[in-house]
């Protein structure tokens, strides 16, 4: 167990040094107020992965997130809109808890940049279910931090 968590801690500590660390607040529809952090990449020019985890009181669990993102600076475009970043995309999600939720989740929300190494965002995830598990919704926003 102790190799597991140094493990753990030396892969998180490897990608914040790449990346940015996020602090996010949401609501769900069965997973009620959440808190947690994530990690986003970027891994191209307009291509970001994410890792998040978040507590769910209501559950009680864990709510965990790996997506994949389009995420372009609109500032490419018009010079006027820099510092925003509209994104959508998807990937894995499941709650991890007194009973195991997990699905195929769908993203997207906006991002404004406060400056170079802050952004605001807001955004809205849809999760399809697998099999028998419920669908469902969250709201999330927060703070990146680069």
Do not use: C
Not at 65 to 70: D, I, K, M, N, S
Not at 118 to 132: H, I, K, M, N
């Amino acid at each position: 167990m102790r190799r597991v968590l140094l493990a753990l801690l030396l892969v998180l500590g490897v990608a914040s040094a790449q990346s940015a660390t996020q602090m996010r607040f949401g609501y769900g529809e069965s997973l009620g107020l959440t808190f947690g952090a994530g990690l986003e990449n970027r891994l191209r020019q307009n291509l970001s992965g994410r890792l998040a985890a978040m507590l769910a009181p209501a559950t009680p669990g864990v709510a965990l997130e790996a997506a994949l993102l389009f995420k372009p600076d609109l500032g490419q475009y018009d010079p006027s809109l820099a510092g925003l970043l509209p994104y959508f995309g998807g990937g894995l999600s499941a709650v991890v808890g007194s009973s195991l939720t997990a699905g195929v989740s769908f993203t997207g929300g906006m991002e404004g940049l406060i400056d170079p190494y802050t952004g605001l965002f807001l955004e809205a995830t849809y999760v399809y279910g697998f099999a028998q598990f419920p669908k469902t919704w969250h709201l999330a926003f927060g703070v990146n931090f680069r």
